[in-house]
């Protein structure tokens, strides 16, 4: 059953990423710690994508299960990293350690 909805306001959307990418720009020119700056870049970077996602992509009008479907890959990347990190983080001691 395919439900009609409103046709997103598109230029509204674009003005947001728009506004979006000029903070990511002033935050590079910031005199702010490093760890600082790269979290607040992928916090933009991740809001612009979910912005893209729910409406270029129509996400958002879609039934729960593909946004499932659309959120499994980002929670698996986050699950394999966690996974991966004590072996590499392992290795990058060693290396640093001179072993």
Do not use: C, S
């Not at 702010?32 to 870049?41: E, F, V």
């Not at 893209?52 to 986050?78: D, N, Q, S, W």
């Amino acid at each position: 059953m395919d439900l009609e909805h409103d046709e997103p306001n598109y230029m509204a959307i674009f003005w947001w990423l728009f506004a979006l990418t000029v903070v990511e720009v002033a935050i590079t020119y910031m005199p702010i710690p490093k760890a600082l700056m790269i979290t607040a870049l992928v916090v933009l970077a991740f809001t612009k994508a979910a912005l893209v996602a729910m409406y270029f992509m129509h996400l958002r009008f879609e039934k729960r299960t593909l946004g499932v479907v659309a959120l499994a890959p980002p929670i698996l990347l986050v699950m394999f990293v966690f996974i991966i990190y004590p072996d590499t983080a392992w290795r990058v001691f060693q290396h640093w350690a001179g072993h």
